[in-house]
């Protein structure tokens, strides 16, 4: 089992940054891959950035140059650093991990608002 908890997130003014964290706990040596999504009301979660054990990172077009992904505390915490931030940002921010390709683990979400 895995469980993850994210913090950071809150009120934040367009142009501002944000950095959140997702703490893992639990069998993480089983982990290969870590995703960051987000949920807008009445929209559909998608994923934000992704990190791998060997440190290859993926980020959707719409946060590319904007948000940095990274893994601290050997594979137990990861970041997402969020700068220029737009209110089109707002949503909920989840932590998701993935193990053996299948087995998903979600933590229960932080909310990230951006004022104009």
């Known amino acids: 089992q895995v469980q993850l908890v994210e913090s950071g997130g809150g009120l934040v003014q367009a142009g501002g940054s944000l950095r959140l964290s997702c703490e893992a706990s639990g069998s993480m040596s089983t982990i290969s891959l870590v995703r960051w999504y987000r949920q807008a009301p009445g929209k559909q979660r ?6 791998d054990r060997q440190g290859t990172k993926n980020y959707a077009d719409l946060v590319k140059g904007r948000f ?49």
């Open 68 to 116: 940095t992904i990274s893994a601290e505390n050997t594979w137990n915490t990861f970041v997402l650093q969020m700068n220029n931030l737009k209110p089109e940002d707002t949503a909920v921010y989840y932590c998701n991990a993935v193990r053996n390709q299948a087995i998903q683990y979600w933590g229960p979400g932080i909310q990230v608002i951006v004022s104009s």
């Open 46 to 51: 998608d994923v934000v950035a992704t990190i």
